[in-house]
């Protein structure tokens, strides 16, 4: 083993001292001036254009982009060395421009958008009109037009270095194949090692493509605009198939489906303003909280005891977490199974609840002070049929208001009483606002931000001299799960704040006040066993022999991932708690109800029609009931009522059920079933 690693060892050294000899480096340069020109100049545009689009110090120091932007540029200008003499150039120009291109439109995308442009778009109409303003009020920046220094840098060397461009005579055909093969290996290997870099969760976002800075910031310009391509093409190629079959399946399943009767709640709100919390992260784990005698969540205690609260309300989001929130929320319809509705389906017709109030006279907007391309809500919450998007251009957004991942909620509300004020002025109609919150966000590490909230165990002990002192047992602090509710104690202060300005500024009178959690935290299971079972006399947690050990398996997880849903109104017009399992499908059946809306889409129920026998699907084909919740993954359920036994049938009627839902609800998405326009182009 030793001697051939020695053997090795010689004849890489032999090699060098031959290439050395040779000049081999000195050759290399000289006869591949314009390769590297373009090699370098291409890279040089792809950093450039990182620095000037998100210029922070993680950006400068990352070295990620540059070994994905060298590698993607590397392997696309090798085939070059496997085209005939005298088209080399001219391949090498149109890659280069092809990626200064890429830079080009991105520079401009990102100074109208605040973010990098995606082919998706393209389809579009709405949106070229926008950019076309934007290329025209940008045209002139240098910013911009640097990228072009490329493409003509490469010509003059070109025509500078024609001669050298082309090989020794003779063994052109030779040098030129191994040339090829080299410069492909050394991109293989940068890619490799780029590759073996990443983390689960860059990965993960990649795949996605939602967050496109993120992307950027660590993937480079050229790797994200070729997996945009992919992704974009995606649900196009899904959609070929199987519309047919589809439309039957939905045709059938809807002719099934009964409408509901009318019940107490109908028509209650008809023609009152609506204002929707999207609550970031809220668990239903944090309400009626308190440590040390103090309520993590007092605003939404005093909401859930004054308004209708339902408490076995579940979120069904997948990978599109806040987005497929919003979608279901809006739609009563399942998240996609492939990509997400909010990225790849944003131009699909969905009957939402924004669009039913438009048909009633409201004017309906959004509010998030995020960037408006986060989730492609720029382009979805128009499909969604919002009347305006307030996003974060709206916002004046400071280092000093910033909270985590961006403008805090505290800010948020105040500068969006202020649009609110404005719209119900010009307006003069009732409105639907959605308003998206941020800061209860994982990772919830801003704690000095959050304000004080101790979430530890405070005694206090009588000393043998008979003073007092106080002890501190560390109980939550330092977990996640604590920091988590410091966060959500200080999104639940700045909803107080933002329902005291409501009212203040008359905005409660005849509005109907509903908050929902969009999905749960993805706290550690490890975090919710301490909280159950924390021993404070030895700072430990309890044993599982301990005779007052909680048990706490995946199933008591899955039922902690509980969110709220609230609806309040300021004279109390409804109040109580509705038990009955219910998840994000069924609001828009059961809220539609109290304002006369019905979607005869609609996959969910309206609660108060449907009450003990609601089924709540999750997207990984799991269900929960009243009675049972099922992980069908495994093939197993954990009962919800004690010493019930539950029968064969009742698992798999419900199984089947969930399954059938989810086929009809992502093929109304992909195949755009609820398209009447093409539903008569189809006739024709
Ligand atoms: C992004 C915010 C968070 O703007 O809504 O999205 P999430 O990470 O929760 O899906
Ligand atoms: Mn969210």
């Known amino acids: 083993m030793k001697k051939k690693i020695k053997n090795w060892e010689e004849k890489l050294i032999k090699k060098l001292k031959k290439a050395k000899e040779e000049k081999w480096f000195k050759n290399?340069?000289?006869?591949?001036?314009?390769?590297?020109?373009?090699?370098?100049t291409c890279l040089l545009n792809a950093i450039l254009l990182r620095f000037f689009t998100m210029p922070t110090l993680e950006n400068y120091l990352s070295f990620k982009p540059i070994l994905a932007d060298l590698g993607i540029v590397l392997l696309l200008g090798s085939f070059s060395y496997l085209i005939k003499k005298k088209n080399r150039f001219y391949y090498l120009l149109g890659m280069e421009i092809l990626f200064t291109f890429i830079c080009v439109v991105n520079s401009i995308y990102y100074t109208f958008y605040t973010s990098f442009a995606s082919a998706s778009m393209l389809s579009l109409a709405q949106f070229i009109a926008p950019v076309g303003d934007a290329v025209v009020e940008n045209v002139l920046q240098l910013k911009d037009l640097v990228y072009i220094i490329g493409p003509i840098l490469l010509i003059v060397v070109y025509v500078h270095e024609k001669k050298k461009f082309h090989l020794r005579k003779g063994e052109e055909k030779k040098i030129e194949k191994k040339r090829c093969f080299h410069t492909l290996t050394l991109s293989a290997l940068i890619l490799l090692a780029f590759t073996i870099s990443l983390s689960s969760l860059e990965v993960g976002r990649f795949i996605k493509q939602w967050n496109r800075e993120y992307i950027v910031m660590r993937f480079g310009i050229y790797l994200y605009q070729f997996n945009d391509i992919f992704v974009s093409l995606q649900p196009k190629v899904n959609s070929i198939f199987g519309y047919d079959q589809a439309k039957k399946n939905f045709e059938e399943y809807f002719k099934e489906k009964e409408k509901p009767k009318e019940n107490e709640y109908s028509n209650i709100f008809e023609g009152k303003n609506v204002i929707v919390i999207h609550g970031e992260s809220i668990q239903d784990i944090a309400l009626n909280r308190t440590f040390n005698g103090q309520e993590v969540t007092p605003t939404l205690n005093r909401l859930v005891k004054e308004g209708l609260f339902f408490s076995n309300y579940y979120s069904e989001v997948s990978v599109g977490t806040s987005s497929d929130t919003e979608l279901t929320f809006n739609t009563s319809l399942m998240p996609t199974k492939s990509g997400t509705a909010f990225v790849s389906y944003f131009d699909r017709t969905y009957q939402s609840l924004p669009k039913y109030f438009k048909e009633k006279g409201y004017y309906t907007f959004s509010m998030h002070a995020n960037n408006a391309d986060f989730w492609n809500r720029r382009a979805m919450h128009k499909s969604l049929g919002y009347d305006k998007f307030y996003?974060?251009?709206?916002?004046?957004?400071?280092?000093?208001?910033?909270?985590?991942?961006?403008?805090?909620?505290?800010?948020?509300?105040?500068?969006?009483i202020e649009k609110i004020k404005k719209i119900k002025e010009k307006e003069g109609t009732p409105f639907y606002g959605l308003l998206i919150s941020l800061t209860n966000h994982t990772p919830f590490s801003d704690v000095e931000k959050y304000g004080p909230f101790d979430v530890d165990i405070k005694e206090t002990i009588t000393k043998e001299d008979g003073t007092t002192e106080e002890i501190s047992h560390p109980y939550m602090e330092g977990t996640k799960l604590g920091n988590y509710f410091k966060s959500v104690h200080y999104a639940d202060a700045a909803l107080g704040e933002f329902l005291q300005s409501l009212d203040e500024n008359g905005l409660l009178e005849n509005t109907v006040f509903i908050l929902y959690g969009d999905h749960d935290a993805r706290l550690p299971k490890n975090d919710f066993i301490r909280l159950y079972n924390y021993d404070a006399t030895t700072d430990r947690v309890k044993s599982e022999e301990d005779p007052t050990y909680r048990e706490y398996n995946s199933y008591h997880y899955e039922l902690d991932r509980k969110v709220p849903l609230i609806i309040w109104?300021?004279?109390?017009?409804?109040?109580?708690?509705v038990e009955n399992t219910m998840g994000m499908i069924d609001a828009m059946p059961t809220l539609g109800n109290m304002f006369g809306i019905y979607n005869p889409n609609a996959l969910g129920h309206d609660i108060f029609d449907i009450k003990e026998n609601n089924v709540v699907v999750f997207p990984n084909g799991n269900w929960v009931t009243n009675k049972v919740y099922y992980n069908s993954q495994?093939?197993?359920y954990m009962s919800l009522k004690d010493g019930e036994v539950i029968g064969e049938d009742y698992i798999e009627k419900n199984s089947q059920y969930a399954e059938h839902l989810l086929d009809v609800s992502n093929d109304i998405i992909v195949f755009d079933l609820l398209n009447k326009e093409k539903e008569k182009e189809e006739k024709k």
Do not use: P, R
């Open 634 to 636: 495994k093939g197993e």
């Open 28 to 40: 290399y340069v000289k006869e591949n001036v314009v390769f590297l020109t373009y090699v370098g």
């Open 391 to 416: 996003s974060k251009e709206t916002y004046e957004v400071t280092q000093e208001n910033t909270i985590g991942l961006g403008l805090s909620d505290k800010a948020f509300y105040e500068q969006s």
């Open 569 to 577: 109104t300021k004279d109390h017009q409804i109040t109580g708690t």
